[in-house]
């Protein structure tokens, strides 16, 4: 596994409580991560900044992830990780992620070691392909 110190995380999810919780232990294992609290926030941020891997909430008021995740995609490919999180298990919306460009797909709640595995996972494929 490489070291996350030098990941760069956006970690978009409209529930203030979670986000909150899950950041802080995020940043606790050196992580680098900015947050946005509703989807277009979140692209807002995205457009203007580097990313390494994209957090993302799949049901927000404004914007669907599947939406915003859509809009990463076409506004700058595949050279960053997204992953998924949903609080509804439903087949048909962890197809739907993943077909529009999702990496990995979590259901909430989720341990916060369990994402940080599948963020570590993910950095080190992206560090890969980069690197091939």
């Known amino acids: 596994m490489s070291s996350l110190e030098d990941c760069k995380l956006l970690f978009v999810d409209d529930e203030e ?66 992953i998924i999180l949903s609080g509804h298990a439903h087949t048909d919306m962890a197809l739907e992620a993943m077909r529009a460009g999702a990496n990995d797909f979590l259901l909430k709640p989720c341990s916060v070691d369990e994402l940080l595995e599948r963020i570590d996972v993910l950095h080190d494929r992206l560090l890969e392909r980069r690197n091939a």
């Open 17 to 82: 409580e979670f986000l909150g919780t899950m950041v802080k232990y995020l940043r606790r294992k050196k992580l680098d991560v900015a947050t946005a609290p509703s989807g277009r926030a979140g692209l807002d941020w995205f457009r203007g900044n580097a990313v390494d891997i994209v957090v993302l909430d799949m049901k927000m008021p404004d914007l669907s992830g599947v939406e915003v995740l859509r809009e990463m995609r076409r506004l700058k490919g595949e050279d960053f990780g997204v």
